[in-house]
């Protein structure tokens, strides 16, 4: 084998043991997957494109780059609250960049998302050209029990998993020069390179929250999109949002603005009935959630912002497009 | 709005209305798309990639890529006997055509294929970065039923859809100075970005065909797929190949070339037992399918190639991977 295989070498050395999951009939090597889907399900079918110098920097690994994107397809997933299954990955990798050495870093970065979610790679075409990485996933869900961003109503609350503003710190530490000066580095690297999809939360969420979406615009802008699908507004109360005491202490001014307006978080947030709140509230006190209230769906009024913080205009959200190019 | 619309705004504005289709439960605008599958039939996911300058010269216009991009996919379906239902747009574009003018010849490329076909865009995303086009498609066909290249057996009966040799000469003409000078140019230039997947034939097809391929390789190469998934191998023979009259006429010194190596014909290539081959010669016959023997599945031997041509070796395959970069 040359140092720069074909695309069929490619596909068959480096990704076709990410193949097995159940209800694959026939995976890679045809010209498509055949599936088995399961009786009584509904699909979601979601695609996210990272390129280079725009989603991540570009002296990412082929190991850091290939986990992120996986992560960032599953986070969809996960604010649906389906059961990801199956997915396709759409590769172009200049040149230097179609060699052994990165190829299995990739496909190792690829593997390891992969084999921890129990879902299988089933198609996809690698072409070269400008580094883009396009992941198109499928999964399954209940009928009639999605997750979605409409069903938010006047009084429900708003609560949102695990920690704010992390994405927004990490996205400033790989763009600054003086990445050694964070005491956090380590974690914020993972945080960014391999975020936690909310499977779980996403599953367990079923039938119990109104309505659901992943912050990858940032807080204000997502929860602006559940406000929009839903005809309501929201208010969020600024010290009750949950940020890592570690990154409080490094930058503590930033912070809420991170929280407010960082994108990159993969957290979802999600609304809740009064009933409901009761529920996920014992989860959360038995240490089966770990998810925050955050403030309350509001009457739809007149002022232009859909959502505000501690009943003020919320800073505008400058997140959710950041290019790592000069 | 601005010229360059947001990615929400581009989403809502040029591709919304392209989501009609039976088995769409929620479509563009939530975190994934929820689909509804039909009962007793199994999926079929395949993905394909289009580069600028790699697979489509840089001149080509929005709706030129957009068509021929939704062409090749669909294809993929024709070859596996699917029906064609759902696909998710990943779309790249550079600033200079964020604008407008080029979104809607894309998005009206897009429409145009989408409807004949009564297929439904269910999501996807726009980045900023090169040209890039990446679409996944989900198809559906009866459990059991899908075409594969893995069941062609000794004495089958090879043919193929159509015409072969217009992909190459399209391909051979686009990459000339002199594009004038081809009297087939119209017909040939909508063979390009307007190929016509061979979707009635596919489903025709099933349980029918011992194997099928789609020709987006070269016949050489796309049939050695067959071999080499079915443990066979093949002999075609040269004078069978059907080759439109007008192209013979032009450059008939090129046709024999192009039909065995060129890529890009999306013609489906497919083999026949011999009680099966009757039904297909009758369906050709009364004008129900437009397809042509071109040779038959031999024993194993021990020369290398998997294809022969007239029992010799098959010329070189060097179609596959055309660059329209200089």
Same mark, same amino acid.
């Given at each position: 084998m040359s140092d720069q295989p074909s695309e069929f070498e490619l596909i068959a050395t480096y990704f076709k043991d990410l193949t097995s999951q159940q209800g694959v009939a026939l995976g890679i090597g045809d010209d498509g997957a055949l599936l088995n889907p399961s009786p009584d399900k509904q699909l979601v079918m979601a695609s996210d494109t990272l390129v280079e110098s725009v989603h991540?920097? $570009?002296? $990412?690994s082929g190991e850091q780059i290939a986990s992120r994107a996986l992560c960032v397809n599953l986070s969809d997933m996960a604010a649906m609250g389906a059961t990801p299954k199956w997915f396709t990955l759409a590769l172009t990798i200049p040149k230097h960049l179609a060699n052994k050495q990165w190829l299995k870093g990739f496909s190792s970065g690829l593997a390891d998302v992969a084999q921890e979610f129990d879902i299988a790679l089933v198609g996809g075409d690698t072409t070269l050209g400008p580094l883009v990485v396009s992941i198109t996933m499928i999964g399954e869900v209940p009928v009639g029990q999605a997750l979605q961003r409409s069903g938010a109503v006047v009084g429900d609350t708003i609560y949102v998993t695990g920690t704010l503003a992390d994405g927004a710190a990490a996205l400033a530490m790989l763009k600054s020069t003086k990445n050694n000066e964070y005491v956090d580095s380590k974690r914020l690297l993972k945080r960014f390179y391999r975020p936690q999809p909310q499977i779980e939360a996403g599953i367990a969420l079923? &039938?119990? $929250? !109104?309505a659901c979406i992943d912050i990858s615009d940032g807080l204000i802008a997502d929860l602006g999109h559940i406000c929009a699908a839903s005809g309501v507004k929201a208010n969020l109360v600024a010290e009750w949002l949950p940020i890592n005491s570690q990154l409080l202490e490094v930058s503590a001014t930033d912070c809420l603005n991170w929280a407010l307006t960082g994108g990159d978080e993969y957290q979802l947030c999600f609304t809740l009935s009064a009933n409901n709140k009761s529920i996920v509230d014992q989860w959360i006190a038995e240490g089966k959630l770990m998810a925050t209230m955050i403030g309350q769906i509001t009457q739809p009024h &007149? !002022? %232009? %912002?859909l959502v505000t913080v501690d009943q003020q205009p919320a800073p505008d959200s400058n997140g959710g497009f950041d290019h790592f190019s000069n």
């Open positions: 991540f920097p $570009a002296d $990412a079923r &039938n119990i $929250a !109104s &007149n !002022s %232009e %912002e």
